[in-house]
């Protein structure tokens, strides 16, 4: 079979909480590192299925559910290729400059289950050298079924950005998020770090080496990882019970929504006030 654009990842995930209580966990993990444009090459593999079941499955309706009409367009059939979505979407974020390449790294379906705490999206755009990487967007999931996204223009020494979603009860609401990420080549680098008011809280770091993708290496990753996604959401909330006993401050969603909500209105109210 000829070499295809899309590969997997074998690595780690370490996360490191520092503040008000030590805790810290390492996982070998394997992630997908899929072309999107070029999805039609996995038709060659048997143990990987696009948009319909399999016992490794990519499907466009798991992603980009922050878009507006994406749940209506997922109900009525009629939902455009995830790479077609994200490029209309981005077209005035991105100052209208040309998107050549998209490459998500992301959990795939597992036997038909799959929870991704995020998604990256690669974006790259033409160059003198060919292509250069632009931006990326990162996608967040809560396991109360929603997504935020972050757009990350510099890559490699992004300033911190407002959390501005619930993504963990031991994470207030004023958080903000710092990512590192480096173009994924033989090795996959991404850094996440959670601070409040200028302190590291919670660091998160995801490393892996790529693989071709080929069924035998689809079978060595069902084997060495079983229910590998089905562990990801289990592991979340055993992490989070160690972090209950250990008496970590709990926030709850429902006071976190709000004072999110009430800090992005002082926000606009300001900007107004300003612009007037």
Request: charged share 25%; hydrophobic share 40%.
């Amino acid at each position: 079979m000829q070499s295809l654009h899309s590969a997997l990842y074998r690595g780690r995930i370490v996360h490191v909480r520092r503040v008000p209580r030590l805790n810290q966990f390492r996982y070998r993990m394997f992630l997908f590192a899929l072309d999107l444009d070029r999805l039609d090459e996995l038709s060659a593999l048997r143990l990987l299925r696009v948009n319909e079941p399999g016992i490794f499955s990519f499907h466009d309706r798991d992603h980009l559910k922050f878009m507006p009409g994406s749940n209506r367009e997922r109900r009525s059939g009629q939902r455009s290729t995830t790479a077609d979505s994200l490029r209309e979407h981005l077209k005035s974020e991105l100052g209208g400059a040309e998107v050549s390449r998209i490459i998500l790294v992301s959990n795939l379906r597992m036997l038909g289950y799959v929870f991704n705490p995020v998604s990256f999206y690669y974006l790259y755009t033409p160059s003198r050298r060919g292509e250069e990487l632009c931006a990326v967007l990162a996608e967040v999931n809560n396991t109360f079924g929603e997504q935020k996204h972050y757009l990350i223009r510099n890559t490699a020494n992004r300033p911190p950005t407002k959390k501005s979603f619930y993504i963990s009860p031991f994470i207030s609401h004023d958080a903000d998020f710092q990512f590192l990420l480096k173009a994924p080549d033989e090795n996959l680098f991404v850094r996440i770090d959670s601070t409040v008011k200028g302190e590291l809280q919670l660091r998160a770091v995801v490393s892996g080496r790529r693989s071709a993708i080929s069924d035998a290496e689809l079978a060595r990753c069902l084997f060495r990882y079983p229910l590998y996604t089905l562990m990801v959401i289990v592991l979340i909330h055993w992490q989070a019970m160690k972090l209950f006993i250990k008496r970590v401050p709990f926030f709850s969603k429902a006071d976190t929504d709000k004072k999110i909500t009430e800090s992005l209105h002082s926000e606009k109210r300001g900007a107004d006030a300003y612009n007037t």
